[in-house]
């Protein structure tokens, strides 16, 4: 049974599809039309109760009953944030002409949507593809050397990633008999839950499969990374969600990854490669929340996956937007643009302020759920350990990266300082919502709340106590305070940090010198052998042949040839003038040649398929009996 | 524009911005320290009692995360930036040509 249900997704793809054949004077309104109508098409999707689900769009393909449309809770509230992050990256990209980089966008967008409405392992398989093969041209339409190898390295560690997810679906659905995507046995995995997990921490970038992060989202275009934060990380929060919650080594692993992520961001010159290390300290709270698995836990990693794609996106607007009004996103080549970006410079403060969790910023109310949850579990160690990321996080994106991009000792190259200016009205436009949006989540919690999985657990949870105020206010200060003492050390350096992709890149350097060496040369030994034990032998059979054709064969045919010219020369003086009589003696010689052949062949024809005559062979019959035997019995 | 001569009056008045902000950190020990304002009865563990404890977590975090995260890189991880280059190729790279 085949029932139709409009997929958001199926609007991103035919608005993509479109896009291309839009006049350029509607460009602009259509780009807003169509994220507006995906984010309009989420909110009339059904409201559904905790606890309970709706499958749509189900279609049967071959044997497989896949579900498109799989609603919920937690598909709603991960739909809602993607399809209005659709909407201020598109407004934020509008004045892009590359029309391919929007349809890009969209195809990725579409593919995120997709996996979060998926209801099956195929479905959800074939989105998160989709995903990896179209953002990758959000990196590559950079047209810098280093994005194309960038896109390279992003597509291959992807492919690792979704075959481990594939390979651990099929091991796993084969076992149990149905391909639905629902909560796993947790507590008894089996290699093939371990397989899926790995593809879905991949593009959660879980250290060590994290390197692939910063290595993309620091080349890709100015808006590409804006789409780029939100999705591909958030979309494998969610499938952890779905799929993993209460996986205890996920809690270990998120604590990691909070830490890892700030140690990274110390080291790092591109801001853009620091908000990259944030991402993957920030997604180790949501990953820490997936594992303990609680309902606060639970709903913390969906609310600060809500709130962190908002903040995130606002951060890399805010160094997109430097970066594409410059030409430099290296801190050692920024400096002072306050008096050139100023209202640039506050979008980006709130984001870090957000980031951070400052009271009245989005940050705030949810970062503390998942804290809280750790505390709840009495997991001490993993609340103290991310309230330690926390004040890394502010350390780093609340002032670092405003300190020193416009601020800061360091004085810009003259072309950068005059090519410096505020970014084009849809960038701040897309900038100031996303602004508003943060502190409007974090003044007024109702609005995330109420859309969280566990609607009554959040609605008990109160972010706003005295103790917690003025617990996150110490941490925060007092680090600001570390800050300005130590900002001598902080003062970065044109460098680069070697990650785990060094193994890769140079592991992929080594594949080429393997290649370029030692396999060449065992093929050019194999190439010589076979030269001398192959080709020189066969050159000199063939040779061989050739003379003995040219003596052998050739001497024997011309021989023949010219024997049979001296016969003829011969007969030739043997022919009489008249037509008539030279017919008549060659019948009489072929009829005695035919005569001799019958007389002294024993069965001449029995070899004849049945029904088959010789000619004349009836009439013969009656003088020539004992061929006339042979001919009867056929 | 009024956004540029807030932050240049703010950088003017640089001395007094940084007295305010130290009265705001001592403030918020203070205010932290007195049961009437804020109840400890939420703290996790019984050192979270004591007076000033997150500031100092705050501050001793943010040393520990800078120093450690120095020593770590300059144990090697910190790499000239043109270190995957490949130093055959002298092609100098372009610059972005986004529109």
Known sequence: MTSFWLHPSLILFVGALLLLVVPARLRKGYLILIPVLVFARILTLPSVPEGQELLLGKVDFLSWKLVFGRVDRLSNVFGYIMSLMCLLGTLYGLHVKNRVEHMAAWIYVGGSIG???????????????????SSVFLIWFRGRRESLGAGYRYLLVHVFGGLALLGGMVWHCNAHGSWAFNQLDVHHATPAIYLIMIGFILNAAVPPLHAWLPDAYGEATFNGSVFMCAFTTKTAVYAL???????????????????????????????????????????????????????????????????HILYKGLLFMGCGAVLHMTGESKFTELGGLWKKMPWTFVFTLIGGLSISAFPLFSGF????????????????????????????????????????????????????????AEPPWNMNAAMLVASALCIF??????????????????????????????????????????????????????????????????GGRAFYWLAKYPVQRVDTFIGELYRYAGLIP????????????????????????????????????????????????????????????????????????????????????????????????? | MNLVKLIEFLRNHLKAVVRLCCVVLALVVLLAAIPAIVDKQEAHTEIEHWPAFWAVFGFVGCVLIIIVSKWFGHAGIMVREDYYEDTRNGSAIPKEHHD
């Open chain 1, 115 to 133: 996996c979060i409405y998926a209801g099956d392992f195929i479905t959800l398989f074939l989105f998160w593809e989709l995903m990896a093969f």
């Open chain 1, 365 to 420: 109310v949810s970062k503390s759920m998942i804290v809280t949850a750790g505390f709840e579990e009495h997991k001490l160690w993993v609340g103290y350990l991310l309230l330690l990321a926390s004040a890394g996080t502010f350390l780093h994106t609340g002032l670092k990266v405003p300190y020193f991009i416009w601020f800061g000792k360091n004085k810009p190259k003259q072309e950068t300082w005059d090519r410096a």
């Open chain 1, 241 to 307: 969600c779905r799929g993993f919650a209460g996986m205890e080594i996920l809690v270990p692993l998120g604590v990691i990854m909070a830490l890892y992520g700030v140690v990274y961001a110390v080291l790092e010159n591109d801001c853009r490669r620091l908000l990259a290390y944030h991402i993957i300290s920030q997604v180790g709270y949501m990953v820490a929340g997936v594992g303990l698995g609680t309902a606060m836990a639970i709903n913390g990693a969906c609310a600060h996956a809500f709130a």
């Open chain 1, 538 to 634: 066969l050159m000199l059979t063939a040779k061989v042949s050739g003379l003995f054709d040219n003596y052998v064969i050739d001497g024997a045919v011309d021989g023949f040839a010219e024997s049979f010219r001296g016969i003829g020369r011969r007969l030739r003086f043997a022919q009489r003038g008249q037509m008539q009589q030279n017919l008549a003696f060659a019948f009489a010689v072929a009829a005695a040649l035919i005569v001799a052949f019958l007389l002294f062949t024993k069965s001449p024809i029995a070899v004849l398929p049945v029904g088959m005559h010789l000619p004349g062979a009836q009439l013969s019959q009656p003088a020539l009996q004992p061929a006339g035997q042979v001919l009867t019995t056929q």
């Open chain 1, 441 to 506: 989540i974090g003044c007024y919690t109702p609005y995330l709340y109420k859309m969280l999985p566990h609607p009554e657990v959040a609605a008990e949870y109160h972010p706003y106590t005295a103790y917690h105020v003025f617990e996150t206010l110490q941490i925060l200060l007092f680090t600001g305070l570390g800050f300005f003492l130590l900002i001598k050390k902080l003062v970065p350096d044109p460098t680069i940090s070697l990650d785990m992709d060094w193994f890769y890149r140079k």
